[in-house]
């Protein structure tokens, strides 16, 4: 009995690997078709407009917001630790580099998993279990190129911006609460900000994290929603796994960007 | 929704974004160096820069006059070779001494330029004859020690 207990065990781990392989692989084949057919979709730009319009535009809102709270945050956190060693002044650079480098394209994204990927998955998870991508397939128009392709495009374009925009709105929270209500001097918060941050170690690395963690957030909630059971239940769970999904990548990336990125350098 | 307003947030929002970007690189990164074309070239040599980096404030008086622009190593006389870019309203006396300095213990490191009597002024191009090293501080304190010693040693 124990036996057959512990065999029972092992199939069942074999065919929870065996399935978790089989969507790992179909994921990939799905990259690979979406970048086949987004050509195809990108010809249409109206599509892709509208895109940037729902994740894009509409979540403006929470990551300017967002972005000036943690560069508030930051500056008051900041500033009382580095008050400790005499160096208030370095108030501006610390605030400049942890956005730039890694909260700005992280939190943004991390924003824009539960903002805009969740949507996206619903969208196209709803599609589905109203057959509507069916019978778009009826109707020889592929929903690869017309519902997928333009989603994905939309959000690896509006994740950049937006992760800059997050950046921008930290560093003047940052210059808000440092310099008009702590009263640090202006000329040396901007001074010694100008003189640490290097453009292409900072700024373009920064960029580069952001566009590579809109591809994975974009690609997660395309596909998701694209393989979700065609049911209420299915596609609120499809929901679910985006957003974990997607935050856990988006962290795992970092690492190994910031690996790559800062490491060897001379910054770490 | 129609076409025309979602083109019109959409072209705010990729301005903003953009916007945003040249935000950073320019106020934040200082990607272009305001008035580096404008202002002249003052070289001096050093025989220890201490912590200086380039685009280090130069200051007279406490004033910040100017950036550091260059630094590199003379290959023959083996000296810390400085280039420092002055904003062109300020004229410096030939005696002026340039040496470097730190703002309190942990601060930014700078070059301080203290003016001298002479009449004639420094040119474009032109060279700091006296200046003054780093103070490196764990020689300070070697020098202490020694001296220290030496004094015990006396009694």
């Known amino acids: 009995m124990p036996a057959s207990a512990l065999a029972d065990g092992l199939r069942r781990v074999g065919a929870g690997t065996r399935r978790t392989i089989a969507r790992l692989g179909f994921a990939a084949r799905f990259a690979f078709a979406v970048l086949v057919h987004s050509p195809e979709g990108l010809k249409r730009v109206r599509l892709t407009l509208r895109e940037i319009y729902f994740s894009g535009v509409l979540s403006l809102v929470i990551i300017l917001v967002s972005g000036l709270f943690v560069g508030m945050v930051l500056a008051l956190q900041g500033y ?64 690869l190129a017309r519902v997928v392709a333009p989603r994905f495009w939309g959000g690896v374009i509006s994740m950049p911006l937006l992760a800059a925009l997050f950046s921008t709105m930290g560093v003047y929270g940052a210059y808000l609460v440092g310099v008009k209500l702590l009263g640090l001097d202006a000329g040396a918060f901007w001074g010694n900000m100008q003189a640490g941050v290097d453009f292409r170690a900072d700024i373009v690395n920064g960029i580069i994290k952001s566009a590579v963690f ?16 065609p049911t209420a239940e299915g596609v609120s769970r499809a929901t679910t796994r985006t957003v974990v999904a997607s935050s856990l990548s988006i962290l795992a990336a970092d690492f190994v960007l910031t690996v790559f990125m800062f490491r060897g350098v001379g910054v770490i | 929704m129609n076409r025309s307003t979602i083109d019109l947030w959409v072209g705010i929002f990729v301005a903003l974004g953009l916007g945003a970007v040249l935000f950073l690189s320019l106020k934040v990164g200082n990607l272009v160096t305001t008035g580096s074309q404008k202002g002249y070239h003052i070289e001096a040599a050093f025989d220890n820069i201490g912590g200086l980096k380039s685009r280090a404030p130069v200051k007279a008086a406490g004033v910040i006059v100017g950036r550091v622009e260059s630094i590199r190593l003379d290959p023959k006389t083996y000296e810390a070779q400085v280039s420092l870019n002055i904003e062109p309203q300020y004229q410096f006396t030939k005696d002026t001494i340039a040496s470097i300095l730190t703002s309190g213990l942990l601060g930014e490191v700078y070059v301080g ?43």
């Open chain 2, 113 to 155: 330029l203290a003016v001298g009597g002479d009449t004639q002024m420094i040119a474009d191009g032109g060279r700091i004859a006296k200046t003054q090293s780093a103070v490196v501080l764990e020689k300070l304190i070697g020098q202490f020690l020694f001296d220290k010693a030496a004094s015990g040693g006396g009694q």
């Open chain 1, 214 to 229: 809109g591809m994975i957030v974009s690609l997660i909630a395309v596909f998701e929603g694209y393989d979700a059971a």
């Open chain 1, 80 to 143: 009382d630790i580095l008050q400790r060693y005499g160096a208030s002044e370095s108030l501006g650079v610390m605030v400049a580099l942890s956005l730039l480098r890694e909260l700005g394209p992280v939190v943004a994204a991390l924003l824009f998993a539960s903002r805009a990927g969740s949507a996206i998955t619903a969208e196209i998870g709803l599609m589905k279990a109203t057959d509507q991508l069916a019978a778009m397939e009826m109707m020889a128009v592929d929903p």
